[in-house]
């Protein structure tokens, strides 16, 4: 392609991003960046490779991080497709990047879709257009249409993130559940709860696991220089959510009884060891009666009269009282350390209260489901 070429493409297209250039131009200064038409081979139709380039600009526009966005499409509006072959004859890299250059754009996308045997692989190639080279590529090897277009924007993110060295924010992600691993872009990052994590600013996929929870996804945009929160609340899968129950419930049960044993054990201990004191006192008053050979009329000897078989049956009845009351003081001091126990440490019931599992019978059987309850 001859120079005097390149400037009339240039002269095409330049018109194309001028309204959206100056619109930006009051704000942070963000890369621009160019999705070109993605190549297909063999009998793949066409439609494939529009329709993953439309992908592809919708997933790098929702990062918020660049400054304009524009297509092969958009590009072809004023450009046709021959005539840039024709400007651009062999050396079709260099001379979209000098297209890219003169649109004003700082990254390009360039792409491929092939089929080998029985899988497609898409290729995807990220150009500094400033230096006119390949910064970054990913290549995916995918058995279906479908699954290649379920990929694009994971692979974009990917794609991207060299475009957007530098270009940094926070993410914050709180999590219902300690101990639960979370992923960014499919690598793991850490586990609940975890500080702040620092990414490239754009999509990102957030995954969040944790053993007896349906997994959760969802993507996440982060924004040049600021803070992403994300709150997550796992869901408890039913099984889990049963088993949970059930032993919350035991828990909670032993908690119970326990209590009322200390209540219960208390009561006793103070009871018998006021009726010890009580009889400690009668013996006492009886000894002394019969010591001393006053009267010896006392309601508190079998027959109204103080004898050594009065004193011995008091002193009895003091010795069980006291035994009692201090097998009492045990239970009390057992009772409450486990009604503590199961208190503190035992699973709350109502925990996962918003949630409830109910069998829904279905042909053959019946299945376990988890539904809201709205409170």
């Known amino acids: 392609m001859n120079s005097w070429g390149r400037w009339v493409a240039a002269s095409l297209v330049v018109p194309l991003l001028w309204s959206a250039s100056l619109a930006a131009a009051q704000e942070e200064e963000l890369p621009s960046l160019v999705v070109m038409d993605f190549q297909t081979s063999g009998d793949l139709p066409e439609r494939l490779a529009k329709t993953v380039v439309g992908q592809v600009v919708a997933a790098a526009t929702r990062t918020d991080a660049f400054r304009n966005v524009v297509s092969g499409d958009d590009i072809r509006n004023l450009l046709s497709l021959e005539a840039q072959r024709q400007l651009c004859g062999a050396d079709a890299e260099s001379c979209l990047a000098e297209i890219g250059g003169a649109l004003g754009a700082d990254f390009m996308v360039t792409g491929t879709i092939s089929k080998t045997g029985d899988v497609l692989v898409l290729q995807m190639n990220l150009l500094a257009v400033s230096e006119a080279k390949v910064v970054n590529r990913v290549s995916r090897t995918l058995k279906s249409e479908g699954a290649i277009l379920d990929e694009v924007p994971r692979a974009t993110v990917e794609l991207l993130a060299k475009a957007l060295e ?173 009604a503590l126990y199961f208190w503190v440490f035992g699973e709350d019931p109502d925990r996962y209260r918003e949630f409830s599992v109910a069998a829904l019978p279905i042909e053959g059987g019946a299945y376990a489901s988890v539904a809201f309850v709205f409170r």
């Open 166 to 338: 530098g270009k940094r924010g926070t993410l914050v992600v709180s999590v219902s559940e300690a101990g639960a691993t979370i992923k960014i872009d499919g690598t793991i990052r850490g586990s609940s709860p975890m500080g702040p994590i620092d990414l490239p600013a754009g999509l990102h996929l957030l995954e969040v696991e944790k053993t007896g929870f349906i997994s959760h996804k969802e993507e996440v945009k982060v924004l040049v220089g600021q803070t992403t929160a994300v709150s997550v609340r796992l869901v408890p899968s039913p099984d889990f959510l049963e088993a949970y129950n059930a032993r919350a419930r035991t828990y909670r049960t032993f908690a119970w009884v326990g209590t009322g044993v200390a209540a219960l054990s208390l009561g006793s201990a103070v009871y018998f060891n006021l009726r010890a004191d009580s009889i400690q006192r009668d013996f006492a008053q009886a000894r002394s009666q019969l010591s001393s050979g006053t009267s010896l009329d006392n309601p508190k000897c079998p027959g109204g009269t103080v004898d050594r078989e009065c004193l011995q049956a008091l002193a009895a009845d003091g010795l069980t009282a006291q035994n009692i009351g201090n097998l009492s003081w045990i239970g009390v001091g057992v009772g409450g350390a486990a």
